[in-house]
Every structure is written in C-alpha cells, then in structure tokens.
C-alpha cells in the first residue's frame, strides 16, 4: 500500500477510534430527513465502498493492472442524493461520482458494483460497460449513459434529455416507445466547480432556464459538486453561489455534501420540484477533494500541507462516521469493522480481476465503433406508411408544383415532409426552423404542419442544438437538427466529436444516439458573402470514428441520401452528417439560363420503393454515382464540385475528350472500391476538391489510388488535383480566385491529357 493510501486509512481509523471527529452545525436527524438506521448504515457503506475502490486502483497502478485513478474521494456524498432519486431517472454523471453509481446499483437487482467497477479500472474485456475501453461511469442497467473525463460536454446532452421527457408525454408516445425514460422522470446531472466555468456548462444551463422562462417543462436537477478547486486552480469563495442564486429560470438549492442528512433531505426537496412541478433545480452542493485531482497529481506542489491536513480533516466518512455515534446507530468499532471489512473484500475481488483478460487486437477494440442493427420490432416501432390521401392533404399547399421539376431545396423539403409524416418520432431543432422555414425555406411549412413541438426553434447556440439532439435521442426520438451555416458547427463540434460519436463505442453499443445532423454548407453561394456563410472545410467530421457523412449535388440525389441517412439512423443507430451545398439550392440551370437541366421531379416514397432505389445497408446504399464513359479522363468529386465538373464534361466533349464524371456522394466512409473501379478504367484521373488543398478529402482520394495501382502492380495512372486555396473565403467575386472554377477544370484536364498523350 502507498504512503498516502496508508495515511489516509490510518487517519480514519484513528479518528473514529478516538472519537475526534470534525463538527458540523446541522443538527438533523435520520428520522427528521426520512431515514431509517439502517438506510444511514447502508450509505455509509456506500461511502466506503467508493473510497476503498480509489485506494484500491492506487495500489492496482503500481502493480501495473490499472491505468487511470481519477477518483471520487471527498465526493462521497453523492451516494445520498443518489438514493434520492428513483433509478429510472437518467443520470450523466462526471468521474467523481463513484458513490452515486454503488448506490443506484443497490436499488436495482442483479448489479456488481465492486466487481464490475474494478473490471473498469483494469480494463478488463469483461468490463460490463465499455468492454474494457476506458475506466467509465456508467451502466445501462441504471440509466446511466458512460461518461469518461469529459468536462462538462455532459450536460447539453442532460439537458436534451430532460425537454424530452415531457415532450414524449405531450406527443402521447407512450413509456414503451419512449424508449429510455418514464413519462414521470427526470433527469440528473453532476459536475464540478471548476466545471461549472466552461462554456458546455454555460450554454446547458442558459438554455435550461431559457425554456423554463417562458414555462416550458424541464424535469431537471443540476448538482454541482463544489470542492473549491480544479487541479490546481482554486474557485473563488462564493462564485458558484453568487453565479447560479439568483438565477432566472433556476431553483437553487445549497447542502452540506459532507452531511448525509442534509445532502438527503435537500436533494429530495429537488426532486419533488423537478419531478412535480416541471422545474429545473440547481443544488449546489459543498464537498471537499482528498488525494489530489488524480493520481499523478502532486499536491502538495500547489497547496500548503496545512490545507491538504484540513481537508483531509473533514473527510466524509468522518461525517458520517459522528453522524452514526451521535445517533446511537453504530459503535466505533462497529464503523471501523465496517471500513476493513470492505477493504479486505476489495482487494480479494482486485486480485480476481486483475487475471481477468483485455482487448486482444484491433478488431475487438474497434468492435462498438459502429452500434449494433437494432431488431425490425424496434427500429419500426415509429415508422408507418402514408397512405396517398393522407400525403394529398399533408402536400395540399404545393399541389400544383408536385408534378413539376424541383430545384434541390423544394426537394429535400418534400424529402422531410414525407419522412416526419412515416416517422412519428422524427423532431427537428434549429436557428429559425419553424415559421421562418429556415434561411433558405428548405423546413418551409414543416411546423404548420408537424407542431411546435416536433419542429423546434432553439436559441442561437450551437452546443445546445446538438446537446438538444443527443439527449432526445436517449429517449427514443430521431432527431434532424439543424446546424444553420457549417462555419457555425465549430463551437460545438465537441457534442458530435466527444460525445454523439463515442457513445456506442465506450458503452460497447448499449447506448447510441442516432441523429441526422443537417449542416448547410460549401462555397460559392452569391447571397450571403465571406467566411462564415461560405466556410468550405469539414476536415472536421473525416477522422470521427463510425461518423457517417452525405454530401448531395443535386435535389434527386438528396432526396434518395437523405431517406437512406434516415433509415441508417433509425435502423442501425448511426451518426448522420448530411452536407448541402448551399449554392446549389437554388439552382436550376446548368449549361445554359433556362435549360432546367439541375432541377428534377420529387420521386416520392410509393415510387421509391416500387423502383427499389433506397437500399437499407450501408453497403449498397452508400455508393458513389457516375456521368458518362469516356475513358480520356476520370473526374473525381463532389458538391459544387461536382456541378463545375459536369459543365467542363460538355466542354470538353466538345474538344475531342471523353470524360466520365464521378459524385462521391458520401465522404465519410468513401466508397473506395467504387471509386477505384472507375479511375482505374480511365488514362487520366483528375480530383476536383472544393475544400482546401491542405486537409481536403482530395488527399485521401489520391493516397487510396496510389495504394491501390501499387497493390495490383499497375502502371500509375496521371493523376492530378485541383482544390480551393489554403486560404479563408473573402467576400464577393474575390471569393472564385481562391476556388476552383469550370475554367481551371477544363485547362487542367486537357493539359493533363496531352501530357498523356504526348
């Protein structure tokens, strides 16, 4: 046992057994607060328990079977609010809260808490929750939804969940289609002081009391965890109070976090606001921090050991060891049999463990990147078929454009008509979504239609679209936010990056939350000018493991890849970006004014499925689509890339070069064999890539051709690119000096078949 182990548990053991145990001025009683003795006994156990297994991962590090000790000393009273709340409400919980997860593990039947947390800590394959992927807090069986280090990235997603638990009820899905979460829940959610400073935190809370503002349900409760200190940086006194009191739209509530009674008696009177009343509840709960923020942490480097020696003083358990002698519960050496007791089974279960196998190789590891199909008696539990009379009524306003051709925005209009009316669960969130229909009317009529409360007007933050998004997704809803200009998604690429995409992978596909995130995007559009409307980089999204992203060029294709992406999500619970270029909207002509050659018909679901043209696999959905045989040349791309490179086609036909024209379509994964088969047929291999040159999917374009004619022992085909400039987008025309045009396309392409042919 380390040094600080050992002093930590002689200084307990001494205590108890001399009787000089820290004061407090709260003066309850078990009775008083609704505990029984042995409900006192049985967190304090709890308690213990949580301590032994930090020490215990201590002493499992050095021996080399443990490889994180982030731990919840000090935080040991989240046990008490844990036995507050029921364990059908949902939790999403920081890493310091051990002792919240041993106590909703007692109030379920079958559960392990010690053998499966040390499975966590030693990353065990057999690890119940993420199979041996990271030390997580978390479980399916307690509604608990995994959670590593994050800070703060939790609570957008607590705050989705909680507006989806009255939103279920009002749309009178029952509890069985609900999924997750009864229509009486709520939803709890802890965090740290220093935490409370991020802009996660900011954004979740400010969009909590926004909706309850304006008295829209929000069955929350908020627990911030004060310890006074984050790694090394110290909270001022008073600043969560004074931040979060007064708050509007916010009950506040304060506890002893190092009083079981009090942290009991108060987290009940939270749960009866948010669960009776409808109201977010924040408790601000008083807790301290013992052996340093982890276990590399070297405290005494920025702290006076006088500091360390009073925390240490006012430990918990020494809390709720005077609690159990002032009231005649137990005896010193009945509390101290209590804590060695738990010790000694601890570390007979850390010895079992510790011979239990890991991850053996990669494809065990990469196993839950991807969730699993969900069975067609779930995955079809919302969706319906719209009879014809049903979809008469629902297209009534546009009854006399629907057998006419349609420019790519009208299409993906009537594409989320159809969808949102076959798929009951279906809601939409977004910057002016509702009424306004959008910057570019492309959700024009959908709430008329569907319902304020299946298309949803949010505030202006990102981060709390997508938390939106994600939470109702752990309900069993299909949500298609939107996010308004792709420029906009980097203040909270984090809630698709750290959260939506690792869900499955560290919950070994128990959990998932399947969305299809609508970004509009790419350049080239002539309304709205420079970088922020016309951002042209989504080197974002291309290295998120399991993401799924659809980048359409015309209303035909989008109409099909938008279906197909709803389906993705709804029958294999998959991460969804759908792309649309926001210059082809609009967009009717393409070689000349008037020839209507970039509009289409609407194909609607009846004939889309007569035709067969939406396939549910990834396999034979996400494929790349081709424009001509010529064999001169090859042309790669997508977008509005792939609208320059159709007008270049003509052009070039004209002057003696056959082309084909390849729309990848789908960016992430690529369809490579696809691809490869069709460069591979041609002389020449030109990629248009509307993205910068440095980052831009045309890099890996050209490494997976060259791989491939190195692989198959190949003559190397002339390959050439043509991307934006590593520059941002100015505004106005100056904007097409830095983006490729039909023009450079077409010199391009007949100075590189001449190179060919010479």
């Not at 079958?110 to 966590?120: A, C, N, V």
């Not at 690890?127 to 041996?132: A, E, F, L, V």
């Not at 090394?232 to 931040?243: F, V």
């Not at 379509?665 to 069709?678: F, K, N, T």
Request: hydrophobic share 40%; with cysteine; net charge negative.
């Amino acid at each position: 046992m380390s040094d600080r182990n050992q002093l930590v548990r002689d200084n307990f053991i001494n205590a108890v057994n001399t009787n000089n145990l820290p004061t407090s001025s709260i003066t309850l009683t078990p009775a008083e607060v609704g505990l029984s003795d042995t409900d006192v006994i049985d967190l304090f156990e709890t308690q213990v328990i949580s301590r032994h297994l930090d020490l215990q991962s201590r002493i499992m590090q050095k021996k080399g079977q443990s490889f994180y000790t982030i731990g919840s000393s000090g935080h040991e009273g989240n046990a008490a609010y844990a036995k507050a709340f029921r364990p059908t409400d949902m939790a999403f919980l920081h890493y310091r809260s051990g002792a919240f997860m041993i106590q909703r593990s007692k109030q379920v039947p079958g559960q392990t808490p010690i053998y499966d947390m040390l499975l966590s800590f030693a990353a065990s394959k057999y690890d119940p929750t993420s199979g041996g992927r990271h030390k997580v807090l978390g479980s399916k069986a307690l509604n608990i939804p995994p959670q590593t280090s994050t800070i703060a990235s939790h609570l957008p997603k607590a705050m989705g969940a909680a507006f989806s638990v009255p939103l279920a009820k009002r749309l009178a899905l029952s509890d069985e289609q609900s999924k997750n979460m009864p229509k009486d829940s709520l939803v709890v959610c802890n965090f740290g002081d220093a935490s409370s400073n991020h802009s996660t935190t900011q954004g979740a809370l400010n969009a909590t009391a926004w909706a309850a503002y304006q008295s829209i349900p929000m069955p929350i409760v908020y627990v911030c965890e004060d310890n006074g200190i984050g790694i090394s940086t110290s909270t001022p006194d008073g600043w969560i109070a004074a931040n979060y009191k007064d708050r509007a739209g916010l009950t506040y509530l304060y506890c002893d976090g190092l009083n079981l009674l009090d942290t009991y008696q108060k987290a009940k009177q939270a749960e009866k606001i948010a669960r009776e009343q409808g109201k977010p509840v924040f408790l601000h709960m008083r807790t301290v921090r013992i052996l340093g923020h982890a276990g590399s942490d070297a405290e005494f480097v920025y702290r006076e050991m006088k500091d360390i020696e009073a925390t240490e003083f006012n430990d918990p358990l020494l809390h709720s060891a005077r609690i159990l002698l002032e009231n005649n519960i137990l005896t010193q050496a009945e509390i101290v049999n209590i804590y060695l007791d738990i010790e000694q089974r601890i570390a007979h279960v850390a010895e079992q463990v510790a011979t239990k196998p890991k991850l053996e190789n990669a494809e065990q590891v990469m196993a839950s990147i991807k969730p699993p199909l969900l069975p067609e008696n779930v995955s079809s539990r919302y969706h319906k078929v719209v009879d014809e009379d049903a979809r008469l009524k629902l297209f009534s306003h546009e009854k006399h454009n629907l057998k006419k051709k349609q420019h790519c925005a009208k299409l993906i209009n009537w594409a989320l008509m159809d969808l949102m009316a076959e798929n009951e669960n279906i809601l939409m969130c977004g910057e002016d979504i509702a009424k306004k229909g959008g910057v570019y009317n492309v959700t024009s009529k959908l709430s008329q239609r569907f319902g304020q409360n299946r298309v949803i007007n949010t505030l202006l933050d990102e981060q709390s679209i997508l938390g939106l998004a994600i939470g109702m997704a752990h309900n069993g809803f299909l949500p298609i936010p939107e996010i308004q200009f792709l420029a906009y998604v980097h203040n909270a690429e984090d809630q698709i990056r750290g959260e939506a995409a690792t869900l499955p992978f560290f919950s070994n596909g128990q959990f998932s939350n399947a969305m299809v995130i609508r970004i509009a995007g790419l350049a080239y559009q002539k309304g709205f000018g420079g970088h922020f409307h016309n951002d042209n980089s989504f080197a974002v999204f291309r290295d998120i493991p399991g993401l799924i992203m659809a980048c359409p060029s015309n209303g035909t294709d989008a109409v099909e890849m938008m279906r197909t992406s709803v389906k993705l999500a709804r029958e294999q619970q998959r991460l969804v970006v759908f792309l649309e270029p926001i210059a082809l909207y609009m967009t009717k002509d393409l070689h000349q004014e008037g020839d209507g050659l970039w509009t289409s018909h609407y194909v609607t679901p009846a004939e889309a499925s007569a035709n067969d043209a939406i396939e549910c696999s990834v396999d034979n959905s996400m494929k790349i689509s081709t424009f001509g045989e010529g064999k001169d040349l090859c042309i790669i791309t997508y977008g509005n890339g792939y609208y320059l490179s159709r007008q270049a086609e003509k052009i070039l036909s004209e002057q003696g070069i056959n082309c084909r024209v390849v729309d990848l379509r789908w960016l992430a994964p690529l369809d490579e064999q696809g691809i490869i088969e069709q460069a591979l047929q041609c002389n020449n291999i030109l990629i248009v890539d509307e993205c910068r040159q440095t980052g831009s999917i045309s890099e890996a374009l050209v490494t997976l051709l060259v791989e491939a004619q190195v692989k198959g022992n190949k003559k190397m085909i002339n390959t050439k690119r043509i991307t934006a400039k590593d520059c941002f987008i100015p505004l106005g025309a100056a904007a097409y000096h830095v983006l490729p045009s039909t023009q450079e396309i077409v010199d391009t392409a007949i100075a590189l078949v001449n190179k060919e042919n010479n």
